[in-house]
């Protein structure tokens, strides 16, 4: 395997690793809120749209034989907890966390983007169509009213450390 094979297949087992714990953090908000609020209720659409991303990385990773991250049960149990927990503190951190990841994810894909240039066309479509979904979740998650969660530079900022270290972790197991 080339030396860019390799990194394409690292991209897309963090980025698949990365879209399962996505839909874990909201399956443990929406366990925690329910779908009554308006909060809720977009945290459902961009549940949605996360399971999407996942179905999409999920038949890529079979197309290209790629091996999955060994730490999935792991994101499964830590990302639904993170959901949880966030829910629980209110809609606010909720909407803090999802605006924490989609600011890290928004400058991971556009890393992925820069390494990816033209070598694949196919991958580099997905990354920048589900980035472009990200910020706009991350910029709902703004307008929800993230920034006034208790805390909020705190979470924040621990959550974005969480996601940072999740990435680096996937990368390599």
């Known amino acids: 395997m080339t030396a860019d094979a390799k990194r394409r297949a690292s991209m897309l087992r963090v980025d698949q690793a990365g879209e399962y714990g996505a839909t ?5 908000q929406l366990a925690v809120m329910g779908q009554r609020s308006d909060e809720a209720r977009a945290i459902a659409r961009m549940a949605e749209q996360e399971a999407r991303h996942r179905k999409v990385f999920d038949k890529m990773v079979a197309a290209r034989g790629v091996r999955p991250t060994a730490l999935q049960p792991l994101w499964n149990v830590a990302g639904f907890a993170l959901g949880a927990a966030t829910a629980l503190i209110g809609p606010k951190a909720a909407m803090a966390c999802t605006a924490a990841i989609e600011t890290e994810i928004d400058r991971h894909y556009g890393e992925q983007l820069e390494q990816i240039g033209d070598g ?36 924040s900022g621990a959550i974005r450390l969480g996601c940072r270290i999740a990435i680096g972790l996937s990368r390599h197991l």
């Open 24 to 28: 874990r953090i909201y399956a443990g």
């Open 120 to 155: 694949d066309p196919e991958l580099a479509e997905t990354i920048a169509e589900f980035r472009a979904e990200e910020v706009e979740h991350r910029d709902a998650a703004i307008a929800a009213g993230a920034e006034q969660a208790p805390a909020y530079p705190l979470l």
